[in-house]
């Protein structure tokens, strides 16, 4: 880790708020932006990171010798999905007995949505994988490592989000 | 085929991001407020239970013998007199901010003074109702803008600070102009009151690191200012060479970071990166060129010292060591690294003091790069036109 970036840590280990603020200047933007991807609300976004900042102060225990930052953006992945779970249970239920109906949510052709509104239809788990290997670059490895998944379930979410993004837009014909 | 929809995807991504265009304060002072003590709150209904029980002891005992309430008041003038200076805090040379959001404080005085055989000048800015949220930002001269207005105004001095209260007002013997022209705090002019937002610019003699210290009864923000000199009281993060005498047209080396350009939006694309020895210094060169349909500008830069060759990547974190034992971290807003840029992205000139430079980042806009150097240097920034550049030169033994 970088010693600046190292001694600033330490200084917020022992409880120095200024040294916090420094960390959430030099991580707070980013996460913002990623949990916003993810949770599709500016408002619940903001609560998103303030929870994962509220938690990181609180965890600082937790961090080990490394960068704060695929640290801070984990807090914020589970922050910004289990928000998004609690304030869309209706909407998850519904889906959950569509499922176990055996239907399945069509999209009329003449409704081809663009992209904004097709990642609207992804679920949290694939906006957090998308968020993170297409708006972050970070690897396939480092996003599993970051969302504590199998690289192999972080594959078939990036494949299962794609080819529906591809559906609702109606890119997948385009490029078949 | 399928690198196309990935590609737009990742352009609709990003866009969407920088809809989201800086972290709120509204947010930041949320956080703030969460990680306040609770210790004082958790026990505040003790204390009141306390206080009433104490109150009435010395009721009971001012019955019984008078002059206790002498004792009782001497105490309490004790405890309401205006706090100790905390702990002294480290000069810091780089932007700082505090304060507390959704006060309705009035700044009522301005005070400078002078502290010269401690090393600094001080400039006290009394509230009532509480310290309000305030930004205080370094610039590398002392001229300023009037809010508003868009006025121009200069300062006595060579460089200043730009303190920012929100939700604040002014009362209206809180004077204007100051001038105390002291070692380092030369000028303090009001540069803004509106919609609640006070504004002030403070000229100093030169680029100085600062410490604020935000205190209470009365609520008050003080402004350290080092002065010139003060070894004692600069915070830079290792020794750094003393400044050589000799000046020259280009301008003379500070051991302080350094900002500038301007991120107007449209982003700059970086085509050379040149890095050479000079009599005196290595130079840094970061040409741009504008994009097509834009006119050309410096992007918005600053370059940070640091007391290692270690980066951190942007956005990934992963560490980078470079050659050297410590570093320069550039960072430009508004520019990326144009799509035929053919250089290389890792120099290893081993120059006398540059010993690597090397791309960081380039993500939404904001492009980073390192440099390691062999030994903490002081640096001069010139910033040239036709074709736009950013040269860093950093002193040589």
Not at chain 1, 33 to 54: C, N, V
Not at chain 1, 73 to 90: C, G, Q, V, W
């Amino acid at each position: 880790m970088d010693p600046t970036l190292g001694r600033v840590i330490e200084r917020w280990r022992a409880g120095d708020r200024e040294a916090f603020e420094e960390v959430m200047d030099r991580y707070g933007l980013q996460l913002l932006r990623t949990a916003r991807l993810i949770l599709r609300d500016p408002s619940l976004a903001e609560d998103a990171i303030q929870e994962t900042f509220l938690k990181a102060w609180q965890r600082i225990g937790s961090l080990r010798d490394e960068d704060p930052g695929p640290w801070l953006t984990r807090i914020a992945m589970n922050e910004s999905i289990s928000l998004y779970r609690r304030r869309h249970r209706f909407q998850t239920l519904t889906e959950r007995f569509g499922r176990l109906g055996g239907t399945r949510h069509e999209v009329p052709s003449e409704e081809r949505l663009d992209l904004a509104r097709a990642l609207d239809q992804l679920t949290p788990e694939q906006r957090a994988a998308v968020a993170l290997h297409y708006y972050q670059d970070l690897s396939v490895e480092e996003t599993a490592r970051i969302i504590r998944v199998p690289v192999d379930t972080v594959k078939s979410r990036l494949k299962t989000a794609l080819r529906r993004l591809r559906e609702v837009t109606g890119a997948g014909e385009a490029f078949a | 085929m399928s690198d196309d929809f990935e590609k737009k995807l990742r352009e609709h991504l990003h866009s969407e991001a920088q809809e989201t265009r800086e972290f709120p304060r509204r947010l930041r002072g949320r956080i703030r407020d969460g990680i306040a003590p609770r210790t004082r709150a958790g026990i505040a209904p003790q204390l009141a239970l306390a206080g009433a029980l104490v109150l009435v002891a010395v009721a009971v005992l001012a019955f019984r013998n008078p002059t206790i309430i002498s004792v009782v008041t001497t105490g309490i003038k004790q405890f309401v007199q205006p706090s100790p200076s905390p702990t002294p805090q480290p000069f810091l040379c780089r932007d700082q901010s505090g304060g507390s959001g959704g006060l309705t404080a009035t700044l009522t005085n301005i005070r400078p003074g002078s502290h010269a055989g401690d090393g600094y000048d001080r400039v006290v800015f009394d509230f009532n109702g509480g310290v309000p949220s305030w930004d205080l930002t370094r610039q590398e001269s002392a001229i300023f803008t009037r809010d508003a207005s868009g006025q121009q105004v200069t300062l006595d001095g060579s460089a200043g600070l730009k303190v920012v209260f929100r939700d604040a007002a002014l009362a209206g013997a809180v004077p204007t102009d100051v001038t105390p022209r002291f070692s380092s705090i030369r000028e303090i002019a009001q540069l803004g009151n509106f919609e609640r937002v006070v504004t002030y610019g403070i000229g100093l003699s030169s680029s100085q690191c600062v410490r604020v210290l935000p205190l209470s009864n009365p609520s008050r923000l003080a402004i350290d200012v080092a002065t010139s000199g003060s070894a004692s009281t600069t915070a830079a993060p290792t020794p750094l060479p003393t400044l050589s005498p000799s000046g020259t047209d280009l301008g003379a080396f500070s051991c302080v970071d350094h900002s500038g350009g301007a991120d107007n939006g449209l982003a700059m694309q970086l085509t050379v990166v040149r890095v050479a020895h000079q009599p005196g210094f290595d130079r840094i060169v970061f040409e741009f060129a504008p994009q097509p349909g834009s006119t050309a500008h410096l992007p918005a830069y600053t370059v940070s010292r640091q007391a290692s060759a270690q980066f951190v990547k942007d956005p990934s974190g992963q560490p980078v060591t470079m050659r050297g034992s410590s570093g320069l971290r550039i960072v430009f807003h508004g520019a990326s690294v144009s799509p035929t840029y053919t250089g290389s992205r890792d120099q290893t000139p081993s120059l006398p003091v540059v010993q690597e430079v090397e791309q960081l980042g380039d993500f939404e806009a904001v492009l980073s790069w390192g440099a390691g150097l062999s030994r903490a240097s002081c640096l001069r920034t010139l910033e040239l036109a036709n074709p736009t550049r950013l040269v860093i030169d950093v002193q040589t033994p």
